[in-house]
């Protein structure tokens, strides 16, 4: 592989391995501008080269003749910014103003690449030769910021954006909730305001504000850095990936979709007079024009085609929409409107998108009477709850939130003011429903029938909420009315007053599920006594008594103790003796998520783990990392192959720049997995143990320094690095005012000054 870099005040040619390639590619660095060629042209080099630029990830599939360039541009708009359609030709601003590329193969079709950080673009030039048409003199200009990335951090501050989705409480400068990223009890997750992070000491989820929405929402960093900027009212200045780079709709295309449908349904419902006879039934069911807006209340037309032909001319593609759900294909590939002539539901997600639709029929002889979008890459019934985004910012303030069980219920509860109410989509509560409301609230009242439906979802959510530590009440209405649900008792005079009462009437969900077994007892004798106590205890052990805390537990044999009359210490034996169930195995996930529990800084790598963390903590630490240090923070085979990451991502952008840049160092891992997590996890844990001192940081990586020495110094192989340290710094203090001297090493020499590279 013959390659050739050049960029403004250096170049560098040869002949390179893959993993030397990307290691140099990256120390030419963020400040500069670069462009670079690969001759492609042998058979032996079809393999795929990944490397890391800015965060992203570039793969560069290098065939037989096709050779490949890249080209960045961080001061003008390139050509390649814009895509080439097959069989044209475009001059390339990087390029000789007369010379153009053909673009005639099948690479033709893809389009460029889109970086928050970089201007650049995938070159395909026909025929063979090592970087034609790939020219590095009219690079000049030197590399930009990341104005947007930077803006937005800086408007978006940690404290207010966690807390706008969990609950946070003081703790000395720093704050600390239950972890949404597992099943937390206990708080033990961080954040940190002066430091703009969070850490979580168990699970290890850790970054910075891109990488709280990225994890909380599922969230791409694209998707992350948008929704920021809109919160933050910035307007972002590059656009966005090109869409045809994708293999298929993606979730910022469903959502678009989906937006797009909202728009049209919302107008249709407004002001065609096909939709007359949906806002006869919203206006019928009292639903004020308020509620219509809040909740963005639509129609769909009564035809097959109505949304299909409209958000066609508007330039949405037919897989996006029927990705979103929102058009059908038949096998014979004609296409239809899912939704006709039905009001609409747009269901939202917790930030506030449109992720999906409920729609119910107008014409009685429809079937079925309640219709939803089925589940997507952003929709996922089992876990989403009606409402939340509008409910949301009531349940953190009551830290109640009230679960109803239709779309109607909760447009009512609003509308009287009850605007902490929620609603299921047609399924029963499930455990991702449960881990939504412990983020949000410490109390929840499921709304019921007392009938045997009611008293089935009863059941259903004590096996979802026993574990939890949320009071969980239930709510029948039939105690004060005869209504069937809040919808209609709301409507009725005084329908609030009594919807109140039997809010304040509900009962402790384990108290309504023992309720019914005092009713069962009720005038029983001692057999019956014990039947209903070996049903029971075993019951109870299913769902989890054995690992509920020790004083939820005995609460809850106290209980049982006072309605089936015998001893909490006879029950407790009878628990204790008993068979446990087996534990449920952990569930697997279909694409594991790197988590960083425990010690970062423990285990084979644990003395590079902490220079790692030391640099990270203390960017002035990099002025001692002499060459023979970096190398051996960077040729280390480490265990974590992430940690291998982020020493060439930081060693790499410290060279090219000059120092440390955290912040930066972060950004530029946020496209390996486990990155950014682990990078914050090595900071912070440094930062604890030297109990925020520069000074200690400085004395840890002094002391990693004479444990890599010691080892180094058993096998007689290696130069003495702690000389090389002292010597270091004092040709570092020997240096002028400006730092231009500095010193070089050469084997077997002592230090010998030299002027660095402008």
Not at 13 to 25: E, H, I, N, Q
Not at 441 to 467: K, M, N, Q, W, Y
Request: with cysteine; glycine share 10%; proline share 6%.
């Amino acid at each position: 592989m013959k390659a050739f870099v050049g960029s403004v005040g250096r170049a560098w040619a040869g002949r390179v391995s893959a993993a030397d390639l990307k290691r140099r590619l990256f120390r030419v660095g963020r400040e500069v501008g670069v462009v670079f060629a690969l001759d492609a042209a042998g058979p032996h080099l079809a393999e795929m080269v990944e490397h890391r630029l800015d965060g992203l990830r570039l793969a560069l599939d290098l065939q037989e003749d096709s050779p490949v360039g890249l080209v960045l541009d961080p001061a003008a708009e390139p050509a390649v910014g814009r895509g080439v359609p097959a069989g044209h030709a475009e001059a390339d601003p990087l390029h000789d103003p007369g010379e153009t590329h053909s673009f005639s193969d099948h690479r033709s079709q893809r389009r460029p690449f889109w970086s928050p950080a970089w201007r650049w673009g995938l070159v395909w030039a026909g025929g063979r030769g090592a970087g034609s048409g790939v020219q590095s003199s009219s690079m000049s200009a030197p590399m930009q910021g990341n104005t947007d990335l930077d803006r937005v951090r800086e408007a978006s501050d940690i404290v207010d954006v966690v807390g706008a989705h969990v609950t946070l409480k003081p703790k000395g400068r720093e704050f600390v909730c239950l972890c949404p990223f597992h099943d937390d009890h206990n708080p033990s997750m961080y954040v940190v305001p002066h430091k703009q992070i969070f850490n979580c000491f168990v699970c290890g989820a850790a970054g910075d504000v891109f990488t709280f929405v990225e994890k909380f929402h599922s969230m791409n960093f694209r998707e992350a850095l948008e929704f920021l900027a809109e919160r933050a009212g910035i307007e972002l200045t590059r656009t966005g990936i090109n869409k045809q780079q994708n293999a298929g709709p993606g979730r910022a295309e469903i959502i678009g979709a989906n937006d797009a449908a909202c728009e049209f349904f919302c107008s249709y419902f407004h002001k065609h007079e096909g939709a007359r006879r949906a806002r006869e039934i919203a206006q019928g069911r009292g639903i004020s024009p308020e509620m219509i807006e809040k909740f963005r209340l639509g129609a769909s037309p009564d035809r097959w085609d109505g949304l299909l032909l409209t958000l066609g001319r508007k330039g949405i593609p037919v897989d996006h929409l029927v990705a979103a759900g929102l058009v059908r294909q038949k096998d014979g590939g004609k296409t239809f409107d899912n939704f006709r002539n039905r009001l609409m539901f747009p269901i939202h997600d917790q930030v506030g998108r449109v992720v999906a639709f409920g729609a119910r029929k107008i014409n009685e002889e429809d079937e079925p009477k309640y219709l939803n979008s089925p589940d997507s890459v952003v929709f996922d019934k089992s876990s989403t709850l009606y409402g939340l985004h509008q409910a949301a910012p009531a349940i953190r303030q009551s830290r109640v939130a009230i679960v109803t069980e239709g779309y109607t219920d909760v447009i009512a509860c609003h509308q009287a003011g009850f605007e902490n109410a929620i609603a299921t989509l047609g399924t029963a509560l499930t455990p991702g429903h449960a881990k939504i409301l412990r983020r949000l609230c410490d109390a929840v009242i499921l709304l019921f029938d007392a009938d045997e439906a009611g008293l089935r979802a009863a059941d259903r959510a004590t096996e979802v909420f026993f574990s939890e530590r949320l009071d969980v009440r239930v709510c029948t209405l039939s105690a004060v009315a005869d209504a069937k649900d809040p919808d209609e008792l709301l409507k009725r005079e005084g329908g609030a007053e009594a919807f109140k009462r039997a809010l304040d009437a509900s009962v402790d969900l384990l108290e309504f599920r023992f309720a019914r077994v005092k009713e069962r007892l009720s005038g029983a004798g001692p057999a019956a006594v014990q039947r209903a106590i070996e049903e029971e205890l075993p019951r109870l052990a299913e769902l989890g008594l054995h690992r509920t805390d020790p004083v939820r537990k005995r609460l809850i044999l106290q209980r049982l103790s006072s309605i089936t009359g015998v001893p909490v210490g006879t029950l407790t034996a009878s628990v204790s003796s008993g068979r446990r169930p087996p534990p449920t195995p952990p569930k697997r996930s279909d694409s594991p998520k790197p988590g960083f529990g425990g010690d970062p800084l423990r285990g084979p790598d644990g003395v590079h783990a902490t220079m790692l963390g030391c640099l990270l903590a203390n960017p002035a630490l990099w002025g001692a990392a002499t060459p023979e240090i970096r190398e051996a923070l960077r040729s280390r085979a480490y265990a974590l192959p992430v940690l291998s990451s982020i020493a060439n991502t930081l060693i790499g952008q410290a060279e090219s720049t000059g120092s440390v840049r955290s912040a930066g160092v972060i950004d530029a891992l946020r496209a390996e997995p486990g990155g950014v997590e682990l990078a914050t996890a090595l900071r912070e844990r440094v930062s604890t143990l030297a109990e925020e001192d520069q000074e200690r940081v400085r004395s840890m990586w002094e002391g990693c320094v004479r444990r890599i020495e010691s080892d180094r110094a058993r096998t007689g192989s290696e130069p003495d690095i702690m000389a090389r340290l002292q010597a270091h710094r004092r040709a570092q203090s020997a240096a002028g005012p400006d730092g231009t001297l500095v010193p070089k090493f050469g084997p077997g020499r002592g230090p010998e000054p030299r002027r660095s590279d402008p």
